[in-house]
């Protein structure tokens, strides 16, 4: 934030909301922008490097990211591996624990035979392991690939 505050001051940006986006991101809203005056990259730059200099932190800490990504989970999309995923298997905390781990090769084979729409390329395994993992489910990675704690509706 401190970084933002530096950009903010030399860009003259009047600044009445700061919002944290993404971890690559910050996005600041400003009623008014003044662009006639000249920024003295120099000045700024030099601002930048004395600030880390100092040890000033530059990043976010594991806690922040999760403050952040929390904030951020209404204006985010549910895709439509979510959307399949929630209607063949139970949710994570519905799943009892003598439910047995399933390879993503099997949970992609059921997903293909109930939704038509559902086609297995290349990366379909990875981001729908990234999904399940999101929605919260359990998993293990083993030498032939991740296996899933799922329980079928």
């Not at 000249?38 to 700024?44: E, G």
């Not at 929630?86 to 993503?104: C, I, K, M, R």
């Not at 359990?138 to 799922?150: A, I, T």
Request: hydrophobic share 40%; net charge negative.
């Amino acid at each position: 934030m401190a970084k933002c505050k530096i950009f903010c001051k030399k860009l003259a940006f009047d600044l009445k909301i700061l919002y944290l986006c993404t971890r690559l991101a910050v996005c600041v809203y400003a009623d008014e922008i003044d662009n006639s005056g000249q920024i003295n990259y120099d000045m700024l730059y030099a601002q930048l490097y004395t600030e880390l200099q100092q040890g000033r932190r530059y990043w976010f800490e594991d806690e922040e990211n999760a403050r952040i990504m929390q904030q951020n989970e209404q204006f985010q999309q549910v895709s439509n591996y979510e959307q399949m995923i929630a209607l063949t298997f139970l949710a994570p905390e519905e799943t009892s624990e003598d439910a047995v781990f399933v390879s993503l090769q099997l949970i992609m084979k059921r997903l293909e035979k109930q939704f038509p729409t559902f086609t297995i390329t290349k990366g379909t395994d990875v981001e729908l392991g990234r999904r399940l993992t999101k929605m919260g489910y359990e998993h293990k990675r083993l030498n032939k690939g991740s296996v899933f704690r799922v329980e079928e509706i």
